[in-house]
Each structure stands twice: as C-alpha cells, then as structure tokens.
C-alpha cells in the first residue's frame, strides 16, 4: 500500500506548544480567592507546564499515573492540564463539591499517587485526607502562609524541575484525564480521556456551529475545571490562542459581570443556575455593566428554559445551548439555527434553540424505543444512545457496563426525541420520566414552562406513586423573593399548553432544591420527601 499522509500523534502537548509560539503574550488571567488579577500568558502558562511535567517526572511519575487536582478554575490548574498529560501522566480531577465519602472512594478507585489542592480547599482535603493514600500533596499557595506539615508548596515544587528530564513520546491513544461521573445515577465511575479525543473534541467544539471560538475571543468557563473538561473550554482555548479569563472561586452573578466587564469577555459557559442568577440582575439593572457587544454565553448540563434564552436576547447576550455528559468528553450536541430556519416566526426560532441541538460531526445519534430505532419525527421519544471518537468505550476498571449495546453505542440514559432536521430534544433522563395511565409525561417541558412564569425561580417536576395512573406529576416550586402565587394559578398558567393530564395534581412550595455536585436538581431527593403526597386527584 502507498504511503498517504504522515500520522502525526493527536496529542495535547502540541496545542499548548503552538499557542506559546503563535500567541506567547495572549494572557490568561485569573481571579484569586483575593479577588485580585494575576496576569500570565501562553508562553509562561507552557514553561511552567513543562516545569510541571519534569517536576513530575522527577518526583517519579511513571506512564499511566494519576495526578489528582482539586482546584478552582485558575491558571496552575491550566497548567495541570497540561503538564500532567505531557508527562505521560492522567489528570484525575476531583469534584470540590462532592461528600468526602464519595471523594474518598473516587481517589481511591482512581489509585490518584500525586494531588495538587488549592490552599483555601485545604479544609475539604482534610474532611477526607485520612483516608487515601496520596504519596505527595503539592499546594497551589494564594497567599504567604506556611503549607501544612508533610506537603510542598507548588511553586517550590516547580523549582524542583531538571531541564534534563526529557519528556516522554506519547501515542496519542494514550490516557490524559479522568473525570467520575457525579454519581446522579448510582456509584461514580471513570471516565479516562485519551490525548486523541481531547484534541479531535477541541476541533469540534472550536467550529462556529458548535462553541465557535477563535483567536480573537475572550473566554471565561464558569463551568468548573473540575468538572469534565470544564467543557473542553480550555484546551478549545489554547487551540485557538484566544485569552483565557479564569474566575477562581467567585461564581456569584455580581463578581462574574464584573469579570466579564473588566476583561472584555465575548463566550462563557456554564449550567443554566448560573446564567438565571446573573440574568436576574441584568433585569433589575440593565444599564450597570458594559459588557462585549454580542458576548455568547453557552449553556449546558441541564435544559435551558426558553424563557431564559429570550430573557438574554433583551440583553443583546446570545444563549447557545448545548448537550452533553462526562462520556462524551463531553460536547455531543449543539443548537445553532440552520439557514433555511432564520425565516421562521421568533417563537419557533426559539424553540428550536431550545432544543440540545444537532449532532457534532463524528458523533452518531439515535433514539431508541422498544420497537428499534424512533423515527426522526420530533415526536417519538427513545433512549439517546451516541457513538463517535470522543464517547467514552468503557468504565475505568469496570470490566462490563450495559450502559453499551452489542453494536457499539454509548446508552445515554437521556429520553429524547429527534425531529425531522436532526434538533434532539431531551423530554426526561429515564429514571426522571413521569408514566401516568400507561402515557409519558416530560418533566423537563413542565419546568421549563413553569420557569417561565415571573414569579417562579426554580421549577423541579418529579413522578410520586398514584394507585390509579400508576404515577403523577408534582411540582416543586421555589418562588421569586416576595412573589405571592397560588398552585391554582400556576395551573391555570400551564393549562394554555398542556393537555389537562400533564398538569401537576400537586404543587410544593419549597425555599431551596436540593442539588447535586453539579449543580443539578437531586431529583431523588425530592422523590423521597413527597413520596407519600400521591393520591389521585387528576380527573377520570
Ligand atoms: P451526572 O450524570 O452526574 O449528572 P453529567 O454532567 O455527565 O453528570 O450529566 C450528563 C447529563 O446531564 C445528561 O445525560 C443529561 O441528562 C443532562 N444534560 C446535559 N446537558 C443537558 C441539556 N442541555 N439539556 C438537558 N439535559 C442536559
């Protein structure tokens, strides 16, 4: 066979390299716990990560070890990004937000050798140090303070680096991360990333009907660093070039405008929490900041009401929506409007754009029910399963899941139908479904109808037992600060367009939701505390 082209490994390294090179004085700014700026840019973010790399390599880092972090989104953990995969290692990011048994189990599955911890997330390695087993504890210092006894400063362990080190040669199938699924459906379990997937998935996020990012962006991930890739953002970014603008921990909706001001900020992302917060006060002062003309916020994670899109639009901010999990690295799907589709009704644009969108390239869906494959009909629901080069094959040593089907596709655990254009559109996670007299109810479609009502913050349906329709719909409901609503009034509100049996029998009103690690409704939470409010109501 002739040769055709050469096969350059798909490795990390090459981005960060490129970026130091191309753009070596684009700055990555990041927030610290102070709230001051530190200003560092593409060509210190790579010495430094190749003095990670050989400070690893030094410390005795062998091929296919994992280095944990347990950080806030800021530039040392960009560092890690790359410095740990360069060096043949696995970046293992720990979720901050977890209970400290499930950290001490997923430290533990992941056999983590090495962990690098922000000073101020001290007190959340020691709710759960004692019981792993971490060789060497590196700490990422904000301030002057001594680091606790038995742990080194990561500056000093940077300094510790030989230029004789030489970096490994890496394949580019090798591991580069891990990321535990946050458990929402059971025991965590291991993702592990290869160099390959992160670099083609950084291709695809980069195109502009996906995240659309180039050189001359700014962009701030809200989404946590700790958190799958914080989306793919920031090895996206590096591909790029464009200047990265990293919060640290103030995620609050005054600090993040603020940020964006200040820094000129054109994308962000983040789960839709986030933007509701910070759209809530847009609305109560539309004139405060002066943010980047057309800044796109990307949102993810869990549906974005529509309601919220619109709300942006008053804004001039553009909501693009997108889908995806921690096995698809995770962008799978995103919702940008097709050509032909810029003539219809406002009302219709916006339902198409809150759907999760269309397939990435390279990544397959289909929607499975119980008689095979749904038709494309916008109306047939089945289970998403995806495949592609960045959807995960497997568990971390988990040696069988059937979470694959036999011909090789990834089961979502996503309900979904899939219109005739190819617009995904989830109507439930399975578990979450509502089955009420033998007919499926979307619970997604009544939050995010009910998040549209002006008084109503947060929406979560849930499925409680009913001896008569085997299960029906209740609403928990967290209102507006001083907003006054009655469950009547909010089914009148639903009742213009839903059927009658869609409609929640029972409405709670509640201060808070309870959430997972991931900012997520903990619907199983809510299932256990109004278990026992079934009853029929609902007319025969
Ligand atoms: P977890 O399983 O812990 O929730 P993930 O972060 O992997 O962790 O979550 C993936 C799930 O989040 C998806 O399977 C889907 O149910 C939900 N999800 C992600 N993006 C969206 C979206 N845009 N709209 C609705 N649901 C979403």
Redesign the pocket.
């Known amino acids: 066979m002739r040769a055709t082209m050469m096969s350059t490994p798909l490795t990390l390294s090459h981005l960060l390299d490129r970026a130091a090179r191309l753009f070596g004085r684009i700055e990555i700014v990041s927030q610290t716990p102070q709230k001051s700026l530190l200003r560092h840019c593409y060509a210190d973010v790579q010495r430094r990560a190749r003095a990670l790399s050989q400070a690893l390599l030094a410390a005795g880092l062998a091929r296919g070890d994992r280095v944990a972090t347990l950080m806030w989104n800021h530039h040392v953990h960009l560092e890690a990004y790359f410095g740990i995969p360069a060096a043949g290692g696995v970046i293992h990011t720990l979720n901050l937000r977890l209970h400290p048994d499930d950290l001490t189990y997923i430290a533990s599955h992941a056999e983590d050798r090495f962990l690098i911890v922000d000073d101020v997330l001290l007190p959340i390695l020691e709710s759960f140090a004692g019981r792993v087993d971490f060789e060497r504890v590196i700490v990422a210092t904000h301030s002057g303070d001594a680091v606790p006894s038995g742990m080194q400063r990561y500056e000093a362990f940077l300094e510790s680096a030989t230029d004789s080190a030489r970096l490994p040669d890496i394949a580019e199938d090798e591991a580069a991360g891990l990321c535990y ?5 059971g025991r965590p379990k291991g993702v592990v990333y290869s160099h390959r997937a992160l670099v083609l998935h950084s291709f695809a996020c980069g195109l502009a009907d996906m995240m659309g990012l180039c050189q001359r962006d700014v962009a701030l991930p809200v989404v946590p660093m700790f ?2 890739n914080a989306w793919g953002l920031p090895y996206t970014a590096t591909l790029v070039g464009c200047k990265q603008v990293l919060p640290g921990p103030h995620l609050d909706p005054v600090s993040l405008l603020d940020l964006c001001e200040r820094e000129r900020v054109t994308l962000s992302a983040g789960v839709p929490t986030v933007w509701l917060g910070l759209l809530r006060e847009l609305d109560a002062a539309p004139d405060r900041w002066k943010l980047a003309p057309g800044l796109r916020l990307l949102v ?5 009401p529509p309601s919220m899109i619109r709300g942006f639009d008053r804004h001039g901010l553009h909501v693009m ?7 698809t690295t ?1 962008l799978g799907t995103a919702s940008t409007l097709k050509s032909y589709l810029e003539d219809l009704p406002e009302e219709e644009q916006l339902a198409v754009r809150a759907t ?1 969108g269309l397939p990435a390239p390279f990544v397959e869906a289909r929607a499975m029910g119980e008689q095979g494959e749904a038709a494309w009909d916008g109306k047939t629901l089945g289970e998403l399963q995806v495949r592609g080069p960045w959807i995960a094959d497997g568990y971390f040593k988990v040696p069988e899941s059937d979470r694959w089907t036999d011909d090789g596709w990834f089961c ?3 309900v979904v139908s899939i219109d005739p254009e190819g617009y995904v559109k ?1 109507a439930d ?1 399975t578990k979450d479904l509502i089955k009420s007299g033998g007919e499926w109810i979307s619970s ?1 479609e009544l939050e995010n109808a009910l998040m549209g009502h002006a008084s109503v913050r947060e929406a979560a349906v849930i499925a409680i037992p009913d001896p008569r329709w085997q299960e029906r719909p209740l609403a928990v409901v967290v209102l507006e600060e001083g907003a006054q609503v009655t469950a009547d009034e909010l089914r009148a509100f639903l009742a213009d367009r839903f059927a009658k049996w869609w409609i929640p029998d029972a409405f709670e009103f509640v201060d808070s939701i309870p959430r ?1 690690a ?1 900012n ?1 409704f903990l619907k199983s939470a809510l299932r256990a505390q109004f278990a026992s409010r079934g009853g029929s109501e609902r007319d025969a």
């Open positions: 699924t946050s458990g929402t459906t958190h799958v993810g994670g869990s549906a974005a929506h997108l889908w995806g999990m921690t096995e995770p999760q979502t655990g996503d989830i996670r997604v997972t991931t997520k």
